[in-house]
């Protein structure tokens, strides 16, 4: 009796927050190219025919990192590809001018959509 | 007029203005081309030179990479990552195949104004290593480049090639001259890619014409005279006034 106890007041323990297991930002560096282009919280912009690269990290509410993923709706127009540089960093291509959403995953779950539009200059 | 055998034609990055071009200051072209650095630092970039390659270095790669590429012209790059080994089988591949097509033998192929990017992928596991740009713009205007030889006994020759500069209205007699079409945007940049050149010449008794590698012609003065040489491709026609002084009429 005295081990169940114990047990379920260390698993009310880690489920209330002490585990820092819950989705809590993602973070979003984008980097310069010659085409210009932009990676942000709020929109991302990729020249047609182009390219842009962002560093995207995904935290718990401790400031953990979380398994992060990043995928277009649509990849004829924008599409995203790892870098061999980490698992962080992402290229967004330019396929064809209109518009998608890119969907941030953090642990395998859906947690933020950006609008994404492919422009021709 | 006297119908020259399809050539080819022409452009590179860094000509924009148009004097004299030279790889080096020394006698002859640079052994290695032009490594350019992708546009995340993580790849070198080399082109194969080509009809539109003023300098070639003596690895078979441009001695400038080009910024901008003509529309409708072909041309081949090279991309190259050391950052893991056993080094990555890669693959070369274009952002928009609206803009760039890849022919089977992997020759790419400008299609529309706009960017031109080719990304640099790991084959199979899909992760990209770099990407390069250029700009793809549509030919406005195409203008002779040339280089000189000595004598009708001394032929111009490959290694005489690696300089050169616009090609002049006046020729001597005797005086062989090395010709290649180069293309130039509405901005004035000079535009890569190989784009097939008919080369014609007015007489050919005054200056004869002929063709050689990588779509430069040659023209050899026969005697004092004036003359018109012409150049039509990419939709660009273009012509020059060839005044041939010294020697016998």
């Not at chain 1, 009310?12 to 919280?41: F, K, M, N, R, W």
């Not at chain 1, 291509?93 to 518009?99: E, Q, W």
């Not at chain 2, 000509?15 to 546009?39: I, N, R």
Request: proline content about 4%; aromatic content about 6%; glycine content about 12%.
């Amino acid at each position: 009796m005295k081990k169940l106890s114990c047990a379920l007041v260390a698993a009310a323990a880690l489920a209330l927050g002490g585990c820092g297991s819950e989705y809590s930002t993602h973070t979003i560096d984008d980097v310069a190219t010659p085409a210009g282009g932009s990676v942000s919280q709020q929109a991302i912009r990729v020249p047609y025919g182009a390219a842009v690269k962002a560093h995207i990290m995904a935290y718990d509410d401790d400031g953990h990192r979380l398994g992060g993923d990043v995928q277009s709706s649509d990849p004829t127009v924008v599409d995203v590809a790892n870098l061999v540089t980490g698992d962080d960093d992402w290229v967004f291509f330019g396929r064809r001018a209109g518009h998608a959403e890119i969907r941030l995953y953090a642990n395998g779950r859906l947690q933020r959509t950006i609008p994404a539009d492919v422009v021709s200059d | 007029m006297k119908p020259l055998s399809a050539l080819s034609f022409v452009a590179l990055g860094l000509v924009a203005s148009g004097c004299v071009v030279s790889a080096t200051a020394t006698d002859g072209p640079p052994l290695t081309g032009a490594a350019q650095s992708g546009s995340l630092g993580l790849a070198k970039f080399q082109y194969a030179c080509d009809s539109s390659t003023l300098v070639c270095a003596q690895d078979g790669n441009a001695a400038a990479f080009p910024s901008y590429i003509a529309t409708g012209a072909r041309f081949k790059l090279t991309g190259r990552y050391d950052g893991e080994s056993p080094a990555t089988a890669l693959v070369l591949s274009p952002i928009a195949r609206e803009l760039v097509s890849t022919d089977p033998d992997g020759t790419l192929v400008a299609l529309q104004a706009g960017w031109g990017g080719v990304e640099l992928k790991k084959r199979g596991a899909g992760e990209t290593v770099d990407f390069a740009m250029f700009r793809i713009a549509t030919p406005s205007k195409m203008v002779f480049f040339s280089t000189y030889g000595s004598s009708t006994t001394s032929p111009v020759t490959g290694a005489q090639s690696w300089k050169m500069s616009e090609l002049g209205s006046r020729l001597t007699v005797s005086q062989r001259t090395l010709v290649q079409a180069i293309f130039r945007s509405s901005g004035g940049e000079s535009l890569a890619g190989e784009v097939p050149v008919d080369f014609k010449v007015a007489d050919p008794s005054i200056v004869d014409v002929s063709s050689l590698a990588r779509g430069r012609v040659e023209l050899t003065p026969r005697k004092k005279g004036t003359t018109e040489i012409s150049a039509e491709g990419g939709g660009i026609k273009a012509t020059l006034a060839i005044e041939v002084t010294g020697g016998a009429s």
